[in-house]
């Protein structure tokens, strides 16, 4: 916070003019305020926006350890950050300092104002981002995780927090001295670790992502019997940019994602070949990006929501999810992308988060700075993990079945790759065994030309080889290629199947077997597997969900 207030004061904390008050004015309404009186607490997540017109209010981190003062508002401030737009609960309290009088706006009349208002909007949209970026860096929050290193399910609710940009303190029984009192307050044992002590509302042990997101409040709250206009199936760069356009058109607009905004392109350290970034963006950057611009036009997005049944004998289309929830659309959006294929190896599972990655960002390089790693993958996001890991890694050794790296990889990567010292590329080789007792510890590959076996002493191996894509719970609704991609367009009508078409006309470019139901990105047969493409197909299937939905 520091940092930022040193270079962005005026950004992170603008002082609004009486022209642009009184714009807000006509939102919001008065409030008479008294010294000490708390106008919201941390996880609260129908509070207002409250722009400070006499007196000042203090924006309050509580902690374990006691609160921490993080600013002071005076007339013309106003408060709130992301999750104040996103309808999450709150990370913070807001209480009166001077007693005076406060113009609040909920937060449907905020929505208004971000996207009507020109100046108010990139006024507002830059201090919000710019504040929970603030509360992330200085891990300003009373949410506290504490775990250990060499814990799976500790990597897993950082993973998942991280992800979803969502402000905790991490402490690590093995480093932290005040730990030991922590979980005698909380009457934990060390053996119980992953907790997460949730706004000081209770303790989770080794919570599920599902348990997570309703403790904190990471989600907007969502009126299940209400029939969308499109709800879309995954954040990933294909459903955010359906969600951004579908929402920005007037569309009532529900985002399901089961882990967090990004898919797997959010895992990528480095994208230097997406256009407008010439100087590259983070997976997870960009998919934070696409995730703002989403909620400001007013799309309802969740996350840790499995949808695990399509029901589509009937319209409106219903999505069966998770622990007996369900959602209905008018529409659908398939966007539920691939994931990275797993090593066929005995035990290999055993060492998910204990050595073994399918997502190579700054959380998962801290773990192995300074050590040797495997990358296996011969596809841009491998060329860009070995790149990104080789900047603090001893050595980066490239694994790859094929002779080389030209016909998987994007030139630019692979100049970079022949050109870094510490990279070696296997060729022609795949991974034969891994081995370890509590965590990974060594790495066998095998040169398939030669047979040759090499066993190294290596603790961190990263998976980033092929696509399997997430559309086991579509089987028996929609039609699914030999390798279970959705196919779409005039195509399941032209290759000599029988697949029932119900309508006269064809269907279009990115609609399934079923009207109204369309998939786009790399869930869907044929696509082309690079983030511009998927963003492009989000964005092109809006304009055919309003040719259905006026049908």
């Known amino acids: ?60 981190r509580p902690g374990v350890t006691g609160d921490q003062l993080i600013i002071v508002l005076t007339p013309g401030q106003f408060s709130g950050e992301m999750s104040t737009l996103r309808g999450q609960g709150s990370v913070v309290r807001i209480r009166v300092r001077d007693a005076g009088e406060i113009l609040a706006l909920d937060e449907k009349r905020l929505r208004v104002v971000v996207q009507t208002d020109a100046e108010l909007s990139e006024l507002l949209m830059r201090a919000f981002i710019l504040r929970r970026v603030a509360l992330i860096a200085q891990q300003h929050s009373d949410v506290v995780l504490i775990g250990s290193v060499h814990s799976a399910a500790t990597l897993r609710v950082q993973q998942f927090l991280t992800r979803n940009g969502f402000p905790y303190v991490y402490l690590d029984v093995e480093h932290d001295p005040s730990v030991e009192s922590l979980l005698h307050r909380f009457d934990v044992q060390v053996g119980e670790i992953p907790v997460v002590v949730c706004h000081e509302h209770g303790v989770l042990k080794n919570p599920s992502n599902e348990e997570l997101v309703a403790c904190l409040g990471m989600n907007p709250l969502i009126d299940e019997a209400q029939v969308r206009d499109l709800i879309v199936i995954g954040a990933g760069p294909a459903g955010l940019a359906a969600a951004v356009y579908g929402a920005s058109e007037g569309l009532d607009v529900l985002v399901l994602e089961v882990n967090a905004p990004g898919g797997q392109a959010g895992s990528s350290s ?8 010439p100087t590259g963006v983070s997976g997870q950057a960009l998919a934070g990006r696409a995730l ?207 697949v029932h078409w119900p309508l006269t006309r064809e269907p279009y470019l990115f609609e399934t077997n079923r009207p109204r139901i369309f998939a786009v990105g790399d869930v869907r047969s044929g696509s082309v597997k690079r983030v511009a493409a998927a963003v492009g197909e989000g964005s092109a299937c809006v304009q055919l969900v309003h040719h259905v939905l006026h049908e």
Request: with cysteine; hydrophobic share 40%.
């Open 1 to 60: 916070m520091a940092d930022l207030l040193d270079t962005r004061r005026e950004q992170i904390f603008p002082v609004l003019t009486e022209r642009q008050l009184a714009r807000l004015r006509a939102h919001g309404h008065l409030m008479r305020t008294s010294a000490g009186e708390v106008l919201s607490e941390p996880g609260d997540r129908t509070r207002p926006l409250f722009v400070v017109l006499k007196g000042s209010i203090e924006i309050i």
């Open 270 to 277: 480095k994208i230097e070949n997406y256009l407008g970034f």
């Open 292 to 498: 703002v611009q989403a909620q400001k036009f007013g799309a309802d997005v969740t996350v840790a929501r499995e949808a695990i049944r399509l029901h589509c004998d009937r319209t409106p289309y219903c999505i069966e999810l998770a622990n007996d929830h369900r959602v209905c659309g008018r529409s659908i959006v398939i966007a539920t992308g691939a994931q990275y294929r797993s090593l066929e190896l005995l035990d290999a599972a055993r060492f998910i988060g204990l050595g073994l990655y399918y997502a190579a960002t700054a959380l998962e390089g801290k773990l192995c700075s300074g050590q040797p790693v495997v990358v296996v993958g011969g596809g841009n996001s491998a060329g860009q993990a070995a790149i990104f890991l080789s900047t603090d890694c001893h050595h980066v050794h490239l694994v790859v079945r094929a002779r080389d790296l030209t016909d998987s990889m994007s030139r630019y990567l692979i100049r970079r790759i022949e050109e870094t010292p510490n990279i070696t590329l296997h060729a022609h080789t795949e991974i034969a065994a891994l081995s370890g007792t509590d965590k990974l510890e060594s790495v066998t590959w095998r040169n398939n030309q030669t047979g040759e076996m090499q066993t190294q002493e290596i603790s961190h191996l990263f998976l980033m080889m092929g696509a399997v894509p997430n559309t086991g719970w579509l089987k028996g609704c929609i039609d699914l290629d030999s390798k279970g991609f959705v196919r779409t367009g005039p195509q399941p009508r032209r290759d000599g199947q029988d």
